[in-house]
């Protein structure tokens, strides 16, 4: 009876110092030290109107925009996560193959060989914010066409918004979709 | 796979190595109950105010009832966790309206985050409210990777001849000088790198082409690094640290793998200060080491080579099995991640273990059979002590000695209560995946050998407590949650009360003198007994089960 005594009133205790104390404590340096960080990296247009956050992908379907990965949850951030697919699965490459078919609809200049593996797959989270450097070049030319703004224009907003690997050497250089379309909505008015 | 992302792995390696020792020692001293030590002046006053206020007495308990104060405590907490989570939707700090957990989700969710499992068949995002991630699972948490240290501890106690020490005592030690003060540090770096740390709502925008997009958010960073450092694993958002929220970079990935093998590859060290000989702590670490280096290299190679069903369609495949997988980690990183989280028992996911390639799948699915690959907090290591016991038994039996473990004799009661302990585990995984495929083939959704892969997947993380999933299953259901719950549960304290009478068994040993007959356990050779032991009791137990699901489904790809 004692053990269950003292384990309510510790409880009671750890309770205070790990939920209140700790949280608040994070919470409070959090939102002196990097606030907009820690309220989730939302980014503003060149109106000021929020657009969306830095680290979460939206989904771009227009030509006129670079397109991120696959979401099976069409980038609904309120709920993550993505029904999977196990390699064997018949449904992953039919869905594969209804992603190059639209892909070849859209780019006829661009040879499949060409096109990177990661913007035919679901990411992770269904959010992924990123495509990789080669999955954003080969969409220069639509978007060139569409938009009227030169190759060598938008390779350089690709360049300006290609994150390094951490520290140069931790993950692998990826482009923020969003950032660059921003880019690309404002040099076309 | 680029030169660049293995020197990635192989530093990320060395960071980890350069770590155990020190930490090892710190821990030792941490868990010291003599008087001397710097640390009881640092840390002294606020413990025993929390000794005051919780009515601990420093006291030294016995074997019995110190393993019934880690039984006892820990089944009130389950009980007021689930408290708690039945009526989250009429406490306060909800700010979406998330209504009560149901009985069976809720029962499955209170186990899980105190059982150090932290499976969720829930989604943060919608199916807990701020009150129940930032107090009741933050509390889980940390009180369980506190319970495995404190397990460790007296473990280790027993086989260098010592008393058990106080269960309460070491509870409270291991939160305040190990996972209170590195997770407040590491939560803050998170939030430098991007991850959100807010009481706000979502956020609701307008995007670029016009729709409307609610993002998620919420005290993130505090979660997320009890999460890593508690070898716990469960997500704050519905999928965990893949979320860009939730493991925003490459540098926040480095920091997560560094977290997660912080303390269990010091125990070895730590083991060794307290057994007297730093060198039978360093033969385990090396043990291990190789087996996780074997595993890395397995998996890398799987992953990059992709899945040959979509590199055939003609497309640039430079990047390996990208299905599942995020752009910022590229396949690399998120294979690497997979082989850590389930060598130390996290569960933390940042790819999707279900969208692996087969082999690269079955990687994650032999660390948690195996167990032994470090593994989770404190836990993990008495698994590897006990399989060292193992080693030494049968390499006394081959040679037709008394065997001996750190100079005390291993007789039949300690093999008996050791036997009893290795025949849990499969039990637990094995009898309740055939009950699911012949039950319940209808939460399965992949066809084929990958479906039964999904279901002995998921118990086998809850029975080696890890919380990682396959998580194409639909397991968000009565018979899932019942079932995973008592796997869980079983999984973690049955082996606990029984490894914790072997400690206290051998305490109770008069040592006898080491002499030339002695077989050593501080040596290369026993290492290498240890690593065939080890992967000898796996394959038998788990072999045939491993033919069916990921290797049938390899070789049909």
Known sequence: MR??????????TIAVVCCIVYNLAVWAVAQAAAPDKANG?????????????????????????????VSSIDYDANGSGSPNYAPSNPELLKRAEESLSAWKAENPDVPVSEVPIDL?????????????????????????????????????????????RSLGLFGEPAVNVLELNLDVQAARK | MTTLSIIAILVTLLIVVALAKPVGLYLAAAFDYGSGSRLNRVFGPVER???????????????????????????VMIFLIYLVLRFQGMLPLNPAGIPNME???AFNTAISFMANTDLQHYSGESGASYLSQASVLVFAMFVSPATGLALVMAFIRGLTGKGAGNFFVDLIRALTRVLLPVAFVSALLFVFMGVPQTFEPAATVTTLEGAQQTIARGPIASFLAIKELGNNGGGFLGVNSAHPFENPSGLSNLLQILLMMLVTTALPFAYGKMAGSIKQGRVLFVSMLVILIVMTGISLTAESAGNPVLNALGVQHAQGSMEGKEVRFGETQSAFYSVITTAAETGAVNTMHDTLTPIGGLVPLANMMLNTVFGGMGVGFVNVLMYAIIAVFLSGLMVGRTPEFLGRKIEGKEMKLIAVTLLIQPFLILVPTAIA???????????????????????????????????????????????????????RYLSMVTLLAVAGSLAAKKPIPESSGTFRTDTAMFGAVFVGIVLIVGALTF???VVLGPIAEQLTL
């Not at chain 1, 992770?124 to 954003?136: F, H, K, M, N, V």
């Not at chain 1, 030319?141 to 390094?164: C, F, N, W, Y």
């Not at chain 2, 105010?49 to 820990?74: P, V």
């Not at chain 2, 998921?458 to 899932?480: C, K, P, Q, R, V």
């Open chain 2, 49 to 75: 105010l929390i000794y005051r206020i919780g009515g601990i007495r420093e006291e030294n308990q016995s074997w019995k009832t110190y393993a019934a104060s880690l039984i006892c405590s820990n089944a």
């Open chain 1, 41 to 69: 990296s939302l980014i503003k247009n060149a109106e000021g109107q929020v657009v969306g956050s830095k680290l979460i992908g939206q989904s771009f379907t227009e030509p006129g925009y670079f397109h991120g990965r």
């Open chain 1, 3 to 12: 053990i269950i005594w003292v384990t309510l009133r510790t409880t009671l």
């Open chain 2, 103 to 105: 009985p069976s989700l």
């Open chain 2, 543 to 545: 072999f045939p089960a």
């Open chain 2, 437 to 491: 495929l012949a039950t319940h083939p209808e939460t399965i959704s992949n066809p084929g050998f990958h479906g039964l892969t999904q279901a002995l997947y998921e118990y086998t993380s809850s029975a080696a407590n890890n919380g990682s999933g396959f998580e194409g299953l639909s397991d968000a259901n009565t018979f899932w949650n019942v079932s995973t719950g008592i796997v869980m549960f079983l999984g």
């Open chain 1, 120 to 164: 035919i797959t679901n990411s992770g989270s269904g959010l992924d914010p990123q495509i990789s450097p080669q999955a954003a070049e080969v969409q220069v030319p639509r978007v060139s066409k569409v938009t009227g703004i030169s190759e060598d224009e938008l390779r350089k907003m690709i360049a300006d918004h290609t994150q390094g």
